[in-house]
């Protein structure tokens, strides 16, 4: 009576009944040409308005996981980015004050050079009211006298020229304090709006995933809800098998007789290997959980009778069965078989359907078959079957 959705088997029961709606869906939009009975249940428009809130609520609580992943995503790119600008201004921040410095320092050799350029030609000029015949006079000789001449306009070439460099050099710097101060307000233009994009993908992720809680939180509370209903289902169970010891019994048309009870948990050649492991313990080939009823029949159905079952992948509830296993190229009809696989449908005592294997069929209106599952337990047992408490799914022969 259940199924493998596409969550580990380690997640409680609730969560792995989730993806059931679609097939609902899908059963209503591919007619089945038979005629069945309409059973009356008092938990099924509990259970199935239940599950299509876990559906949905489920279903917004994954995309909205998946937004929050995007957008953490988001949030590291744009912070590696920041980092990166960040490295950038860093590296030009520290040019731009090596340019102040340089600027500083070529300022104050125009001054140095300035004041010894004034004094000089305030000296050269104190000099220059000598008349070149008092300085010839003044000097030991006229060697001495072109000396002191050249040695004049030297100086004075000297720190014109050095001066002029100086000027050049500070213009140039200048130029280049110009070009930094750009590309530091560029770099700190980026830098904002890198700022500003990741607050706005923070305050996204952080209403996100406040969505994502709420949605989980509403999925949690709708499984509980669920899980009070199918301990319902339990209890309806028992009281319809006397807890495994009534041999025979109804509930609206569904009905059986001879019931073996429950004999253990591994029987029908079922594998032990799954078996012992203990009811819903792990998943089987089929994607569905072990020692429920429906993994019972897909095994049954593949290794005693040879017939092509494939994956369920999450569809494969019991009540499913008449719907998914058209992808399989089964057929459903009112006609059991040996090897055919019986289907109750939703009823007052099994919300989620139960499946049995078609063992042998009697001339008079009833079927034997064996099955897993049948009082709660995870047993193997067999019984008769009225053969208008179902429909039957023909698998294909492999």
């Not at 939180?217 to 809800?225: E, F, R, Y």
Request: proline letters at 2%; a negative charge.
């Amino acid at each position: 009576m259940k199924l493998r959705t596409t969550t580990p088997a380690s997640i409680p029961f609730m969560a792995k009944s989730l993806l059931v709606v679609s097939v609902i869906v899908i059963a209503f939009a591919v007619p089945i040409h038979f005629s069945s009975t309409v059973f009356a249940d008092k938990y099924d428009d509990q259970i199935n308005a239940l599950q299509q809130e876990i559906n949905k609520y489920q279903a917004e609580a994954s995309r909205l996981g998946g937004e929050a992943k995007t957008l953490q995503s988001a949030l590291a790119t744009l912070a590696a980015e920041k980092a990166q600008i960040q490295a950038q201004l860093d590296l030009s921040q520290a040019k731009y004050d090596k340019l102040v410095v340089d600027i500083a320092d070529t300022e104050k050799k125009i001054k140095d050079n300035q004041d010894a350029l004034g004094e000089t030609i305030a000296n050269l000029y104190v000099d220059g009211k000598i008349s070149p015949l008092e300085m010839l006079a003044s000097s030991k000789n006229v060697g001495d006298y072109l000396d002191k001449q050249e040695y004049r306009n030297s100086v004075r070439d000297q720190l014109t020229s050095t001066i002029a460099e100086i000027k050049a050099l500070k213009i140039k710097l200048d130029a280049q304090k110009v070009e930094v101060e750009q590309v530091l307000a560029q770099q700190k233009s980026q830098k904002e709006i890198l700022v500003a994009k990741e607050t706005e993908q923070q305050n996204l992720l952080n209403t996100t995933q406040g969505q994502e809680a709420a949605y989980q939180q509403l999925t949690a509370k709708t499984s509980t809800d669920m899980a009070a209903i199918q301990a319902q289902q339990r209890a309806a169970i028992a009281a319809l098998t006397n807890n495994g010891r009534n041999t025979s019994g109804s509930a609206g048309s569904f009905q059986f007789r001879s019931f073996s009870g429950n004999q253990g948990s591994c029987g029908g050649g079922y594998p032990s290997s799954w078996c012992n492991l203990g009811l819903d313990a792990t998943t089987d080939n089929w994607a569905l959980y072990t020692r429920e009823c429906v993994s019972y029949t897909a095994w049954a159905a593949y290794n005693r009778f040879g017939k092509k079952v494939t994956s369920f992948m999450g569809m494969g509830f019991a009540y499913q069965w008449p719907s998914t296993a058209l992808s399989m190229g089964a057929n459903v009809d009112n006609n059991p078989e040996v090897g055919s696989v019986a289907i109750s449908p939703i009823s007052n005592f099994t919300p989620l359907g139960h499946a049995m294997m078609v063992e042998q069929v009697y001339g008079d209106g009833w079927v034997r078959v064996s099955q897993y599952n049948f009082a709660g337990t995870g047993e193997y047992s067999t019984m008769d079957l009225k053969v208008s408490s179902a429909v039957y799914v023909h698998f294909q022969d492999r």
